[in-house]
């Protein structure tokens, strides 16, 4: 696509339910990116997939939090149990191994 | 990750040239300048990246001094539509790690 697709544009769950978020990053991209934005606050990095190498998950805050991104293209980001702190707008970034990221309008997560 | 430091804040009017410094003190050699821009509610949005000297586009320039260790965005003639936050990132893309992004920068410019 012309950019980068994330879904849903909005979530509200309870307390203890699992979500899945999903991006869907520029046709070609080789290098996937999650971060999430607390308000007020600057982005947090969270998990980075370049093409077929391990993912980089050295930003994932806990074990809820997972990814995994499909035949190199479509990535999925989990939080499983969650809780009220993981609200937050996570937002999905691509780009073809250059630090000129194209993000999504991002996920905007609401623990209730 | 060479870190990055930028003021938290500045006001402008419409019209002003805006000029917004970043320190980064221990830029590695195949460290980029990048800078982005974030309004409410969106992702951040890429304005410009250098190198070393000077880089101009349309929206912006972008002056790094010979030693790298700082670097200054300037936005000429701003508007209303200018407040935003502006982000400063050090970073070597070849190097298989993310862009770090601090506070950055929150730009108010009122007429």
């Known amino acids: 696509g012309a950019g980068v697709s994330q879904s849903p544009s909005n979530k509200v769950t309870e307390k203890g339910k699992d979500v899945e978020l999903r991006c869907d990053p520029i046709s070609g991209h080789t290098a996937l990116y999650w971060y999430r934005q607390s308000l007020g606050q600057g982005l947090e990095f969270l998990i980075y997939f370049q093409g077929n190498s391990a993912p980089d998950k050295s930003g994932l805050p806990s074990d809820r939090f997972s990814a995994e991104r499909t035949g190199g293209s479509v990535s999925t980001l989990t939080i499983q149990r969650t809780q009220q702190e993981d609200s937050a707008v996570y937002l999905c970034?691509?780009?073809?191994?250059?630090?000129?990221?194209?993000f999504g309008s991002g996920t905007r997560l609401t623990v209730v | 990750l060479a870190k990055t430091t930028q003021p938290i804040s500045m006001d402008s009017y419409e019209g002003q040239e805006v000029n917004i410094t970043c320190s980064h003190n221990n830029i590695a050699t195949n460290d980029y300048i990048t800078w982005y821009q974030q309004f409410p509610s969106q992702g951040p949005r890429f304005i410009i990246q250098?190198?070393?000297t000077k880089v101009t586009n349309e929206v912006a320039s972008l002056f790094i001094p010979a030693d790298r260790k700082s670097s200054t965005l300037s936005l000429p003639r701003v508007s209303l539509s200018d407040t935003a936050v502006y982000y400063c990132l050090v970073g070597d893309s070849q190097a298989g790690t993310a862009l770090i992004f601090g506070k950055g920068t929150t730009l108010s410019v009122s007429s």
């Open positions: 250098g190198y070393k």
């Open positions: 970034a691509s780009t073809q191994q250059t630090n000129r990221y194209t």
